[in-house]
């Protein structure tokens, strides 16, 4: 017995030996198949149910859920939306009402700030706002997702422009500092999604950077996430679903396709997609893209040499 086994043994080795010699890519082929097919089963565990799913490929359901926001490139700069819950639901955010130089209109009238459930915040609080300036050079984010995720993500973009800017002086006006920023800021997103020791960030970001030279202005749109930074002219995020079950997202998304924002200024832009975002939809049920008495924040940046972020007064649907 143990000399036939040794005889076959002899045999197999001569024939490997002799495929090797004739054609190495055959060799290849066969140890391939021999691994795939001397894995074990392993039955229901590796039905799709059970498997562990890839951070970033399947949509994350606190930035599906979560209010939407919507940014677009226009002719002189960039208007970014951000809607947040009614009064009642979200009270901290402010009704501020700023003009385009970012003066309050009503200084002297009283407003909610004044009122006993805001005495204990800090005098400087300016309320839960998703649109965040990231350096005084007119580059701004624009969250979605988790809360705590979004101001962590925002305090990062704010930390690596900040080490930019001291390590190597003020930003060149272009698009190489924004997209720097817009994929150092995917690195740390996807870092957090493949440590052991850190959580993945359940939040996404849409950055606006706009600048101006002699020559002409540049405006600039990047979607980030941990799967990368994507540059975008009109991109809309979050918003839960629509009545038939269609991701409002995707409803926008469809629309914004067909609309060409390099006609609009940033103000008419942001008139523009409000009448979008007020728009109904799925046919008999029909009912609009936001809930109404939803309160919209607007941020435009301006393509200019002194560009930064402008709120202008919150709208209500």
Request: hydrophobic share 40%; glycine share 8%.
């Amino acid at each position: 017995m143990r000399v036939e086994t040794a005889t076959l043994q002899m045999e197999s080795r001569t024939r490997v030996h002799r495929i090797r010699r004739s054609n190495p890519l055959t060799v290849s082929l066969i140890l391939l198949v021999l691994l795939c097919g001397a894995s074990p089963s392993r039955g229901a565990a590796t039905t799709d149910d059970t498997r562990l799913p890839l951070h970033g490929v399947s949509p994350d359901r606190f930035v599906q859920g979560a209010p939407l926001t919507v940014a677009a490139v226009c002719r002189d700069g960039v208007a970014l939306l951000a809607a947040h819950a009614p009064d009642d639901d979200e009270p901290l955010l402010y009704h501020r009402h700023f003009d385009e130089n970012g003066v309050d209109e009503r200084p002297n009238q009283d407003s909610t700030e004044n009122s006993p459930a805001f005495q204990d915040l800090p005098s400087d609080f300016g309320g839960p706002f998703r649109i965040h300036p990231i350096d005084g050079t007119g580059t701004v984010l624009a969250s979605t997702g988790w809360r705590a995720d979004c101001e962590r993500l925002v305090a990062v973009a704010q930390s690596l422009a900040s080490s930019e800017r001291l390590r190597y002086g003020p930003p060149d006006i272009g698009q190489i500092y924004p997209q720097y920023l817009a994929t150092e800021l995917s690195l740390y997103m996807a870092q957090c999604a493949a440590s052991e020791g850190l959580r993945a960030l359940s939040c996404v970001g849409i950055m606006a950077a706009t600048g101006h030279t002699e020559e002409k202005a540049s405006s600039s749109l990047w979607f980030v996430d941990s799967t990368g930074a994507y540059p975008v002219r009109a991109f809309c995020v979050g918003g839960g679903f629509a009545a038939g079950g269609t991701p409002v997202a995707r409803l926008v998304n469809d629309r914004l396709c067909t609309m060409d924002f390099s006609r609009f200024s940033t103000q008419e832009a942001v008139s523009k997609l409000l009448e979008l975002l007020a728009e109904k939809v799925d046919g008999k049920n029909a009912q609009p893209l936001l809930n109404v008495g939803s309160r919209v924040e607007v941020g435009i940046v301006k393509s200019s040499a002194t560009s930064r972020l402008i709120r202008l007064p919150i709208k209500n649907l």
